[in-house]
T-cell receptor, first 111, second 108 residues
Framework: DAGITQSPRHKVTETGTPVTLRCHQT?????MYWYRQDPGHGLRLIHY???????DKGEVSDGYSVSRSKTEDFLLTLESATSSQTSVYFC??????????FGAGSRLTVL | GIQVEQSPPDLILQEGANSTLRCNFS?????LQWFHQNPWGQLINLFY???GTKQNGRLSATTVATERYSLLYISSSQTTDSGVYFC??????????FGSGTRLSIRP
């Protein structure tokens, strides 16, 4: 088992507030990813990381920032949440041999 | 960039039926994965299959990389097979593109 933990699993917040989602892995894999899933859009990449302090943008990165200060943790931050960021957020790791494994997801509602 | 198309978008079957889901992609890829998203939202890796054929119980997958498509076969469907099936193609470790999925509903 890949050992990916996302927190919080559910969050309701108000427009304009900051939100941070955490992804924690137990196996020191190099690549980590944040996706969002919305009806009609499937899974879209927000940001990814290829090592400590090494991150890059995905296709829907506007309004999001990430940080990776330790191999095991990849944080996704919404500096000022908007209703369009209501979504389910999935963290994933590349567990070697280019096999993607997902966490359980974090459901975020922005009122 | 690479385009990924899955068909059909929706499929409703009776328990016990067989089904074939298709994933077409527009360029050569390094890897392809099939996922099942169950009704609780969990994304489960089914196959890692850049080419060839693999089988796991009632499920099997075939990727023909030279013709840029992959097929997922489900035999003797069960209600627990319901959910959305996604294919994802890799052109590199940072470029992973998902199809829009096939929603499968198995009726008892």
């Amino acid at each position: 088992d890949a050992g990916i933990t996302q927190s919080p699993r559910h969050k309701v917040t108000e427009t304009g507030t900051p939100v941070t989602l955490r992804c924690h892995q137990t196996e020191n894999h190099r690549y980590m990813y944040w996706y969002r899933q919305d009806p009609g859009h499937g899974l879209r990449l927000i940001h990814y990381s290829y090592g400590v302090k090494d991150t890059d943008k995905g296709e829907v990165s506007d309004g999001y920032s990430v940080s990776r200060s330790k191999t095991e943790d990849f944080l996704l931050t919404l500096e000022s949440a908007t209703s369009s960021q209501t979504s389910v957020y999935f963290c994933a790791i590349n567990g070697g041999a280019n096999v993607l494994t997902f966490g359980a997801g974090s459901r975020l509602t922005v009122l | 960039g690479i385009q990924v198309e899955q068909s059909p978008p929706d499929l409703i079957l009776q328990e016990g039926a067989n089904s074939t889901l298709r994933c077409n992609f527009s360029d050569s890829v390094n890897n392809l994965q099939w996922f099942h998203q169950n009704p609780w939202g969990q994304l489960i890796n089914l196959f890692y299959i850049p080419s060839g054929t693999k089988q796991n119980g009632r499920l099997s997958a075939t990727t023909v990389a030279t013709e840029r498509y992959s097929l997922l076969y489900i035999s003797s469907s069960q209600t627990t097979d319901s959910g959305v099936y996604f294919c994802a193609v890799w052109s590199s470790a940072s470029k992973i593109i998902f199809g829009s999925g096939t929603r499968l509903s198995i009726r008892p």
